[in-house]
């Protein structure tokens, strides 16, 4: 029950204290506490004020949902490495797993743990996924698959189009790569 002014008393459903699920209303407030409230509903005939704590605070996982947007670009700290990739830490209490495959752009097998440190801050983490998971489930926290090798890619793949499209003189073909391959190679076996 919730004290509101001129002695009127509103009830406040478990549900209505936060967005995150809690176990108790103890857990999340205390007796005496001083907070805002919306009114839900007021019903004359039971004479029943039912108030929300929660629908005052914005959504976390509304903010999380809106600032992870697929093909965004974030910065993370490195909380955990495994077998499968790095767990980052991210802006709003978020957490995000950059997947082995996703670490760089080099075939060359590496060892996570050599190449990065926990604790350290990256840049330019790309998203390439994003799933939320209902409230209902225990774990409500997003899955969020970040990408350390995408950004890389579009750096390059730019830069070759900016390269494509100024140079006059880049005309670049295969064959022709080939066949000066061919005759410095006819050029070495004379010689």
């Given at each position: 029950?919730?004290?509101?002014?001129?002695?009127?008393?509103?009830?406040?459903?478990i549900s209505e204290i936060a967005w995150q699920r809690i176990g108790a209303a103890s857990d999340a407030?205390?007796?005496g506490d001083?907070?805002?409230v919306k009114l839900m509903s007021v019903d004359q005939r039971d004479r029943r004020i039912t108030a929300s704590r929660k629908q005052?605070?914005?959504?976390p996982m509304r903010v999380i949902e809106n600032t992870f947007r697929?093909?965004?670009d974030h910065s993370g700290t490195i909380k955990e490495i495994n077998r499968g990739g790095l767990v980052i830490s991210l802006a709003h209490g978020?957490?995000?797993f950059v997947p082995r495959g996703e670490v760089t752009n080099d075939p060359t097998p590496m060892r996570l743990e050599d190449a990065f440190k926990v604790g350290k801050h990256i840049e330019r983490l790309r998203v390439i996924e994003f799933e939320r998971k209902s409230r209902s489930e225990g774990?409500?926290?997003?899955r969020i698959t970040?990408?350390?090798s995408a950004a890389e890619r579009e750096t390059e793949q730019t830069a070759l189009k900016d390269y494509r499209a100024t140079s006059k003189e880049s005309r670049y073909s295969l064959s022709d790569s080939l066949a000066a391959l061919r005759d410095k190679l006819a050029e070495q076996e004379r010689q």
């Open positions: 029950e919730v004290q509101l002014p001129n002695g009127l008393v509103a009830f406040m459903p407030i205390s007796i001083e907070f805002d005052l605070i914005e959504d697929r093909g965004t978020a957490e995000g774990d409500a926290k997003p970040l990408s350390l």
